[in-house]
């Protein structure tokens, strides 16, 4: 019953604009650990991608036939190669350094591109309506009809795979998921006070959408692009496994994790490696949106 | 009026859905490449080439091709397999049973932990029980199919010896790729309806009932759920469609001679009959869910017009 007193706390309408109750402060506290471990996994990894060259001990091209297949440190392995080596005898730990290289590059661009393309449409859509929010609403309803995967495979299918590609079809397939809640979110603001203010001294158009629908939006946006990079991630490694991503020449995680299958008897961390990475990226990516969600939005605890 | 307007326009989206992924596939497999000269012999003659092009309709405009292709597709003609010589459809049918098996399978482990947990979770925020939902609904969102497949191999097939690794057989082949396919599913539709109890829970006539002293198990039955079906069956009808996107993956990894690896493996052969038929049978069959979804709707909750 304690739990219910504090969820009508939050009901009254004064929480909108209180700071945050109660619950969702010790959840903050509790959490904190995490966010901050999260942090860290995502700075460790940009900076990994950044500095990809310095970092790396060795080429992650370089095959060696006499060092095939070494064991990483942790299990008993020896030598230069701290991760081990793969079946090409090729550096693990500078593959996957420069693997994270692509993933980041391929997802942020995505996410960077889905986002303004699914933030304009969104926003005009919303703050103009009429026949043009008619036909936008059609598309993303038809566009979110279709699965994710089913989308993304049907245009590998088709086209050749490359980097270029792979960044394509993730804006492609990740705009209208942001059209739509901006859409939604712009229609909450239409009523807002602040705008009508801003109409009626007769300020201009673009410094309405520029000064009052952005900040106003930003927050939404921020937390929808953290999750997006996450599943961008997810999925550009997730095409790459099935061989479908990026040119088969180039490291990936889940091109890795795909190469080492043949091997899973003996050399276990061939695959075990590059899915870790795809793994915790993501989890930290996913943790952060979470908190992100919470914080910049007092008004929901969750959202779907 | 109103009613049968909005129905319209659902079913509309669904059969636009369709027809705009048809397009994207049958543009895109004409301007990649060739089909004809993946047809004849590498040593053929350009007249050959241009015979096997006029053969296959190639040497008409693309609207006129897309009309025979579109017109095909209707009847379920897809053409041949460039790869078995059989017809694309048939192919990509006698694929589906295994495929809604392991679904079905993965649909039925993600919705037995799911919804109790969802609900469980959403009406005692900040539980333990809240705290296993969000794990689940985290470690859902940020596991990729792929691996964690291969671990539940690397576990109980290699190292346990307990489980097939691959193919399809028994029940026993159906549990680790049904456990993989489940587990997004189980996130996601965890998170929804954590979110939509919570939501549930806030409103007014809740607080009334409670107020009127009616018992936390009459309130959470009578009231709170039975309005929180709505919202279970939305989310439950939107991952259907992720459900079957996910079993491309699943069934790559484990081997299932389902559809899903069929289409990977006629990409990778660049059998586009194949793959159009398939990608195009599933589009349509998640655009049914959804319809269906939608239809459910109004029977659940009055106030809610189509």
């Excluded at chain 1, 001990?57 to 190669?81: C, E, M, N, T, W």
């Excluded at chain 1, 960044?167 to 909450?188: C, D, N």
């Excluded at chain 2, 192919?91 to 399978?105: D, G, K």
Aim: glycine share 10%.
């Amino acid at each position: 019953m304690a739990i219910v007193e504090r969820d009508l706390t939050k009901n009254l309408p004064l929480s909108k604009t209180a700071a945050p109750s109660k619950s969702s402060s010790q959840r903050q506290s509790l959490g904190g650990f995490g966010v901050k471990l999260a942090f860290a996994v995502i700075l460790a990894t940009l900076l990994a991608a950044v500095f990809a060259p310095i970092l790396a001990v060795s080429d992650p091209y370089r095959q060696s036939l006499v060092a095939r297949l070494k064991a990483p440190i942790f299990v008993g392995g020896s030598g230069p190669h701290i991760l081990g080596t793969d079946a090409l005898g090729r550096d693990i730990a500078s593959r996957l350094i420069y693997g994270a290289r692509l993933s980041l590059y391929v997802s942020v661009t995505g996410a960077l591109g889905a986002c303004l393309i699914g933030t304009t449409l969104g926003l005009v859509a919303g703050r103009y309506g009429g026949w043009v929010e008619r036909i936008l609403l059609g598309i993303i309803n038809m566009q979110l009809s279709i699965p994710f995967i089913l989308l993304a495979i049907t245009l590998v299918a088709v086209t050749k795979p490359g980097v270029t590609n792979i960044v394509f079809i993730l804006i492609a397939t990740g705009w209208a998921g942001y059209a739509r809640v901006i859409r939604a979110e712009t229609l909450k603001l239409n009523e807002a006070g602040f705008v009508e203010s801003a109409e009626a001294i007769g300020q201009k158009e673009h410094l309405i959408l520029w000064k009052h629908y952005l900040p106003n939006l930003l927050p939404q946006i921020i937390v929808l692009a953290s999750m997006d990079i996450a599943k961008f991630i997810v999925l550009e490694s997730s095409l790459s496994f099935l061989g479908l991503g990026v040119e088969p020449s180039i490291p990936t995680w889940g091109s890795m994790a795909a190469e080492g299958r043949e091997y899973l008897a003996t050399h276990w961390w061939l695959t075990t490696l590059p899915g870790l990475a795809v793994f915790s990226v993501c989890l930290a990516l996913n943790t952060i949106g979470d908190w992100l969600r919470e914080r910049l939005d007092p008004r929901s605890t969750v959202r779907g | 009026m109103n009613k049968v307007n909005g129905l319209a326009a659902k079913i509309a989206t669904s059969i636009g859905a369709v027809i705009l992924l048809s397009m994207i596939t049958f543009i895109f497999t004409r301007v990649s490449g060739d089909p004809a000269s993946l047809l004849i012999p590498s040593d053929a003659t350009y007249e050959e080439l241009l015979e096997m092009r006029a053969l296959l309709g190639l040497d008409r405009s693309l609207p006129a091709q897309f009309l025979t292709f579109a017109s095909g597709a209707l009847k379920g003609d897809f053409g041949l397999s460039l790869r078995y010589g059989q017809p694309a459809m048939e192919l990509v049918l006698a694929r589906v049973p295994a495929t809604l098996e392991l679904a079905f399978f993965a649909a039925l482990i993600g919705w037995a932990v799911a919804v109790p947990l969802g609900i469980l979770s959403g009406c005692k925020p900040n539980s333990v029980w809240d705290a296993v939902a969000r794990f689940i609904a985290l470690f859902g969102q940020s596991m990729p199919v792929y691996w964690l497949g291969i671990l539940l191999v690397m576990l109980f097939s290699i190292k346990l010896r307990l489980l097939p690794a691959s193919g399809r057989g028994g029940f026993g082949h159906l549990i680790l790729p049904g456990l993989a396919l489940s587990l997004n599913l189980m996130g996601s539709v965890t998170r929804v309806l954590r979110a939509s109890m919570v939501e549930i829970l806030r409103q007014d006539y809740i607080r009334a009932a409670r107020a009127r002293g009616i018992s936390q198990k009459a309130l959470l039955f009578k009231h709170a759920l039975k309005n929180g079906a709505v919202g279970m069956v939305t989310v439950i009808g939107l991952q259907l469609g992720s459900l079957v996107g996910g079993t491309v993956v699943t069934e790559t990894v484990f081997a299932w001679p389902g559809l899903g690896r069929f289409i990977v493996q006629s990409i990778q052969f660049r059998d586009f009959p194949v793959v159009q038929a398939g990608v195009l049978f599933l589009a349509v069959v998640i655009a049914l869910i959804n319809t269906t979804t939608d239809l459910i709707y109004p029977l659940l909750d009055s106030r809610v017009r189509v």
